[in-house]
């Protein structure tokens, strides 16, 4: 069930025009990124996920833990089951989320990392 | 007068920082063995306190608080941490100073909380722990820079080393020279909204980025080890290799020292016996004292194993793996992946496993873990199956060397795995059904090597806690079974056993016809009451109550034999179908109304386990008459 959802909100993502000029690359989801994305924050934004805890108090427990805008991350393992949960390198640590609370990060693609760079 | 008690007076100091930041190897190292553990009033959250006393002579009283984030609290644990540094706790005087500490490795969550911590108003040191991983990293970080940034005095500190921590006590002696009185207005803390957070992740991230050059190349060890170890096939197989090692060592390491203990116990018996004169206070000191508390010290080194396990894999970085590789499966079942840590704690006692679920946040998951914890087959279980099953299930190899009577225990705790996750699913889908579940937001730290003198603080810390128990609560209830079994004094010329004439033999009756169609006897039901206290004590009652003489090892051995004449395989069957749920132990449901803060639930855990034990021993009761074994 969580599969289909977050395919559909991929797909809402990646054809959503870019968020600001012509160049800026496409914004989407963390939680429905693929093993191995890289990528900067765009947003951390939980208005959209329902449940629990509510969206501000998920979007503030996010920020405790690292992801603000501008952070690095990396998506750097998954669970064996429906690929979740997700181990996320964030500008040097090493946070465990599910997909579904990794959906209120919103990302954009920076090239993939290279030896030597910062992480 | 006032200036020499003030030189005198312990100073109060509490230590703060996130999670994972080696906060409590620092306490270790700066306390050593001068350390008091209790609960605060009203909360089971650990009180670790230690002292130490500054170059200039001075008494400090170190407070180690729970690990957080945020003083915004969260968890029964945060909130201690919260109350404490604002001084708002019942019964704690506020810190006069607060020594941070953050993980050199990975500054910028660790500053976030000194910019918060500043707004409290005290004064703060901060101490960069793990100072000697980072510098092996290539991590330079320059100290007078960030003491500069931060407008606190900072010190890097090496826990885990001898002489690691001198420069952080001696700037710690300096600022209690000249500690400003702590003053009665109130603190400039309140709790930050989601800007504020914002805004003082991002000032951290300038200060960290301004005063810390990371490393041309990134240390890559966690992330290879993690390779292999979070990879969802191997990981997972890897993960069950731990849990195999870790039964197997309970069982075959423990042996020794619980025969050595065992021993140690009949000879203390032989001799009290051989001192004292045939009569009340001999079978007192013999079977009440001796042979009671005897019963349960024997669990001391499988207790002790366990937590060797627990706490090396904790120090290693493992067991936020494990939460992980276990939040799929057991969120199938209606748990939270961090519950994996207490529900494992759990297979040694419940009492350390629920209240490890301190680190639960959401007080469902919390609940969830507390109510299924008891159903994790503890150690005290242990006594009562190897008694039955080697009284009543033949020792003969099933196939490939694995015998009849192994594949009988490792069914007791499976069955004991699958009705925890029975239980919980039904909490899930039936109590809870309309509440989402909470989400999984756990921080993976790098991995180190474990400190032998944390693991050695932590193993001495875990056998105190059952020593005093065994001290206290089973000491006692032994004395009242004992009380119950010897009085009255049989009649001059009685021709019963003593223990007829006896109050336990009366209660014994009295509830023999509701347990009868489960197929217990009144001697079993005795047995089911001492139990209460702690559940191998039933052993040890069944042992009082069939007039059994001799030491320890003979009385199970003879024990067995009797039983055997006794019962019917099918009471057996339904004996260890009782005790896979067994609800009677006192501690247990005294430490879920601590824990719960209610004594409803404490209620509701008794009357489902005694529900399925009455249902499951009686299901396994009537069908194994019904086919001949009654």
């Known amino acids: 069930m969580s599969i289909s959802l977050s395919v559909v909100s991929l797909e809402d993502w990646t054809e959503a025009p870019p968020h600001d000029g012509t160049m800026a690359p496409r914004v989407t989801p963390l939680g429905t990124a693929a093993l191995g994305f890289t990528g900067r924050i765009h947003a951390v934004d939980a208005s959209a996920c329902s449940g629990v805890p509510a969206p501000a108090e998920l979007e503030h427990r996010l920020l405790e833990l690292g992801f603000v805008e501008g952070a690095t991350v990396e998506i750097r393992h998954q669970g064996l089951f429906r690929r979740d949960p997700i181990a996320i390198r964030v500008n040097g640590a090493t946070i465990a989320l599910r997909r579904r609370e990794a959906c209120a990060i919103h990302v954009h693609t920076t090239e993939p990392r290279t030896p030597g760079t910062r992480r | 007068m006032n200036e020499v008690s003030a030189a005198t007076r312990a100073v109060r100091v509490a230590l703060v920082g996130n999670p994972n930041c080696g906060k409590t190897a620092l306490f270790n190292a700066l306390t050593g063995s001068r350390q008091k553990v209790a609960n605060y009033p009203g909360v089971t959250v650990e009180r670790k306190e230690g002292g130490f006393v500054t170059a200039d002579g001075r008494p400090v009283r170190l407070l180690d608080l729970p690990g957080t984030y945020s003083l915004r609290a969260r968890s029964p644990d945060e909130v201690v941490t919260r109350d404490a540094v604002l001084g708002q706790l019942a019964g704690e005087d506020p810190p006069e100073l607060l020594l941070c500490v953050a993980d050199a490795t990975n500054l910028r969550l660790g500053v976030r909380l000194v910019l918060e911590l500043k707004q409290v108003g005290r004064p703060m040191v901060l101490a960069l722990n793990m100072a000697d991983i980072a510098r092996h990293r290539g991590v330079d970080i320059d100290v007078g820079r960030l003491s500069a940034e931060l407008g606190i005095p900072v010190v890097s500190s090496i826990a885990v080393r001898r002489a690691g921590t001198e420069a952080l006590l001696a700037q710690v002696g300096d600022m209690i020279r000249t500690l400003p009185p702590v003053s009665g207005e109130p603190c400039g803390w309140s709790a930050p909204g989601r800007a504020e957070t914002r805004a003082l992740q991002r000032e951290a991230d300038r200060i960290v980025a301004a005063s810390v050059t990371q490393p041309a190349q990134p240390d890559t060890v966690t992330a290879r ?185 490792f069914g007791l705790y499976v069955t004991g795995i699958v009705s925890a996750l029975g239980v919980s699913f039904l909490l899930k889908r039936v109590v809870w059904r309309n509440t989402p579940p909470e989400p999984f937001m756990l921080e993976l730290p790098d991995y180190k090597l474990p400190s032998v003198r944390n693991i050695g603080f932590g193993l001495l810390q875990r056998a105190k806690i059952f020593l005093r128990r065994a001290g206290t609560t089973i000491l006692m209830m032994m004395v009242v079974i004992w009380f119950l079994a010897s009085v009255p004094r049989p009649p001059e010329g009685a021709t019963e056993p003593a223990i007829s004439y006896s109050l336990a033999a009366r209660i014994g009756h009295f509830m023999e016809p509701v347990l009868a169609p489960v197929g217990f006897n009144w001697q079993i039901d005795v047995a089911l009451i ?101």
């Not at chain 2, 009082?544 to 024990?559: A, F, H, K, P, W």
């Not at chain 2, 639930?601 to 001949?628: D, E, N, P, R, T």
């Open chain 2, 225 to 409: 080890i993690d390779a292999v170890l979070l990879h969802p096939v191997w990981g997972t197989l890897v993960l069950l290799a731990v849990l195999f090692l870790m039964f197997q060592a309970v069982f075959t390491w423990a042996q020794p020292p619980m025969d050595a203990i065992k021993a140690g116990f009949d000879r203390l018996a032989d001799v009290t016996g051989a001192l004292l004169p045939d009569g009340l206070l001999r079978s007192f000191v013999h079977d009440g004292l001796i042979g009671g508390v005897g019963a349960v010290l024997v669990f001391l080194p499988q207790i002790l194993i366990l937590f060797l396990f627990i706490l090396l894999l904790e120090d290693f970085g493992y067991m936020a793996r494990a939460a992980f590789l276990m939040d799929r499966i057991m969120g199938g079942a209606g748990l939270h992946g961090r519950a994996f840590i207490p529900l494992l704690s759990s297979f040694a006692c419940a009492i350390p496993g629920i209240m490890a679920t301190r680190v639960i946040d959401s007080r469902r998951d919390r609940l969830a873990t507390i109510l299924v914890a008891p159903l994790m087959t503890c150690s005290a279980r242990i006594p009562v199956y190897t008694l039955i099953i080697g009284a009543f299930i033949p020792n003969r190899a099933v196939w490939g060397g694995v015998s009849e009577q192994g594949l009988v225990m």
């Open chain 2, 530 to 630: 001492p139990g209460m206290a702690a559940r191998e004590v039933a052993v040890a009652s069944l042992g009082t109550v069939y007039s059994i003489e001799g030491g320890d090892e003979e009385v199970s051995r003879q024990l067995g034999q009797t039983l055997v004449g006794k019962w019917s395989l099918a009471t057996a069957l339904a004996l260890l179908a009782w005790y896979v749920f067994a609800p009677q132990c006192a501690s247990t449901l005294a430490t879920v109304r601590r824990e719960t803060g209610s004594r409803g639930w404490a209620a509701v855990l008794f009357a489902y386990m005694l529900a399925l034990a009455y249902g499951s021993a009686f299901a396994v009761f009537q069908i194994a008459s019904a086919l001949g074994a009654g």
